[in-house]
């Protein structure tokens, strides 16, 4: 069990509202990533569950039992932060254990515990030291040890692998997969890195200055983006905008030139237009229903191996992003005019923010 | 390499400055172990260099005088002072460096520091008078808390300032209260500031001479008081006191250089961190 329900959750320091009247049903064994640039409330929002920080209003309830007025310990969840907080003065095996020891647990039986965590995580001839002698990746996994060997309801991560290095992250990504998969119990996950909740996520909450923009799936959040701060957050090299406004016909009006869309919008509503840059391809001789062709001029080429990213910029101005497959980039040459195609069901039309 | 002329001059006047500071410095202690061994028919003479060394005042000051007393004075009245300071001390600290509602707060325990003695000692005095506790170890330790406690408070702040914050948050997430987190995960973290701070107040109180000079009796007296005492209506009875200072001196090196590490860190360690 570890069903988690923010309703109206608000957070303020002083006059500075963090967290904006939450709401958000977490289900049972879900691995849920909050992501957002930083300063958007996720990490305020995993503390105000661990009960680290106090609620201004609103309630937070575990398995439908309210825990907002709660202390850390009687919550039954577990925590990994970012930079492991292992205890310094105590041995691995202890680290491990203090949680058990807190609940009055014979010697016998903690020691048990322990070694069977330490068995799954490898850490069986590190048992006997102290902190300052692991190695990055190991005290990583003595604080995901020490989180899972008291089995609580819900696992709180607090970007734990921004610390470590390119390899060991994905290889920790893929160990806390294998683990929420084993364990089943229900995670909650902080990152800002994208690319980490895109792998990690059964859903990700997009969060920002204290609000919530999207929860979906990743494929959902990727393919859908129900708002431009979401669009232009997720996907790397991130997503082409182009300003314009709706003119009649329900054309849109944009620098690169008039293009047919099915809108709801109203005439004359200004707008952001995003198209994913892998959707911008080369124009073929066959022209396609829903296509519309634009000539730009290749600006710059970024070669990253399998792929390239490729800048172009139109005569008015507007500069587009593209990725590239490696095998096509000799289509593409620096300095020269090319036609390319974008599919008006590629576009993602977006009401104009009002700074 | 070639050193240039300059190099070699600024080295020569560096080491040589050093040289003189340490002269300076352990001159006095050479003399003062030199008076102590001087017969006593030679007190007081400084310009006598050669003499068949004599363990007289030693003999006197271990076995015919009230030192051992006096240091047994010193040594029980700072250790109580420094155990106290440290059990009201570290929750302070811990306080101060933790929950920072108002910045400034951590630096007005300083202006218990910044208070001349000369104004708690009569109160102090009328005080301890009414509870019957002149001449006793109990007035003294109460009159050493009002400067060990701000002192030791302030040099563990640092110390606490270092420990993360997540080790409590875990710590409490863990299945414990914020204060047995405090004295089981951070409590252990800052042991060396502990030690360094103890050892610190302890040398604070083990050197007063001020409140034990006017607090204490013949019963209570401490070492201090007791080497200002060698100096009578009949002179200064320069061997003894050489003997007593060595014997007040000395745990006070070992001691500073034992924490001389953490001495600074918990000094000027203290400040607001931004």
């Not at chain 2, 002179?235 to 600074?264: F, T």
């Amino acid at each position: 069990m570890g069903q988690v329900d923010f309703k109206n959750l608000s957070k303020s320091f002083g006059s500075t509202n963090i967290i904006d009247g939450l709401n958000l049903e977490i289900h049972n064994s879900e691995f849920l990533v909050l992501l957002g640039p930083s300063g958007c409330g996720k990490s305020t929002t995993l503390r105000l569950l661990a009960g680290l920080e106090s609620v201004s209003s609103g309630t937070i309830s575990i398995d439908g039992c309210d825990v907002t007025e709660l202390e850390p310990r009687d919550r039954d969840i577990a925590m990994v932060f970012q930079n492991y907080a292992l205890y310094p003065t105590m041995t691995v095996e202890q680290n491990i254990g203090f949680g058990l020891k807190a609940k009055k647990m014979s010697p016998k039986l903690i020691k048990e515990k322990v070694n069977e965590v330490a068995d799954l995580l490898g850490l069986t001839h590190l048992l006997n030291r102290k902190p300052n002698a692991l190695s990055g990746g190991q005290q990583q996994r003595v604080a995901i040890g020490r989180a899972i060997v008291r089995k609580p309801k819900v696992f709180l991560f607090d970007e734990p692998l921004s610390n470590l290095d390119a390899n060991l992250r994905l290889e920790m990504r893929a160990e806390i997969m294998k683990l929420h998969r084993e364990l089943g119990a229900t995670t909650i996950f902080v990152t800002h890195d994208q690319e980490e909740a895109m792998a990690m996520a059964d859903r990700i909450v997009i969060m920002d200055k204290g609000l919530i923009e999207q929860v979906g799936t990743p494929t959902e959040i990727y393919f859908q983006p129900k708002t431009r701060m979401v669009a232009g957050f997720i996907g790397n090299p991130s997503m082409n905008f182009m300003k314009g406004e709706i003119s009649k016909n329900s054309e849109l009006k944009l620098p690169i030139g008039n293009i047919k869309v099915n809108t709801v919008l109203n005439l004359g509503e200004h707008i952001d237009v995003g198209i994913r840059p892998e959707k911008i391809k080369l124009a073929d001789s066959k022209r396609k229903p829903n296509e519309n062709i634009v000539t730009v001029k290749v600006t710059n080429i970024e070669l990253l191996g399998p792929r390239a990213i490729v800048k172009m910029e139109h005569e008015s101005g507007q500069v587009l992003t593209s990725v590239v497959d490696h095998d096509e980039i000799g289509k593409y040459e620096l300095g020269t005019n090319i036609s390319i195609s974008l599919a008006s069901n590629a576009l993602h039309i977006f009401p104009k923010i009002k700074d | 390499m070639i050193v240039s002329f300059e190099n070699r001059l600024s080295r020569f006047l560096g080491t040589t400055a050093i040289f003189i500071a340490i002269i300076l410095v352990l001159f006095p202690f050479l003399w003062i172990f030199l008076e102590s061994i001087k017969p006593p028919s030679l007190g007081g003479r400084p310009d006598i260099w050669r003499f068949e060394p004599s363990w007289e005042n030693w003999r006197e000051i271990v076995f015919n005088s009230n030192v051992p007393l006096n240091i047994l004075n010193s040594f029980f009245i700072a250790l109580i002072t420094v155990v106290i300071s440290l059990i009201c001390g570290a929750p302070a600290a811990y306080a101060f460096s933790r929950f920072r509602g108002f910045q400034g707060a951590r630096y007005s325990i300083l202006a218990a520091e910044m208070m001349p003695p000369a104004i708690l000692i009569l109160p102090l005095f009328l005080l301890l008078y009414k509870l019957e506790l002149i001449d006793s170890r109990v007035g003294v330790i109460t009159a050493h808390l009002t400067f060990v406690v701000p002192v030791v408070t302030w040099f563990l702040i640092g110390f606490f300032d270092e420990v993360p914050k997540d080790l409590e948050d875990q710590a409490m997430i863990d299945g414990y209260t914020r204060f047995q987190a405090f004295y089981k995960v951070i409590l252990p973290a800052v042991r060396p500031g502990l030690a360094a701070a103890g050892i610190f107040g302890f040398v604070l109180s083990w050197n007063d001479l001020f409140y034990s000079l006017l607090l204490t009796g013949a019963e209570s007296r401490t070492l201090p008081v007791a080497i200002a005492g060698f100096w009578t209506f009949r002179g200064i009875e320069l061997g003894k006191m050489a003997v007593a200072i060595l014997i007040a001196v000395i745990p006070v090196l070992i001691l500073s250089y034992s924490i001389q590490k953490h001495l600074i860190r918990g000094i000027g360690g203290s400040g607001v961190k931004y």
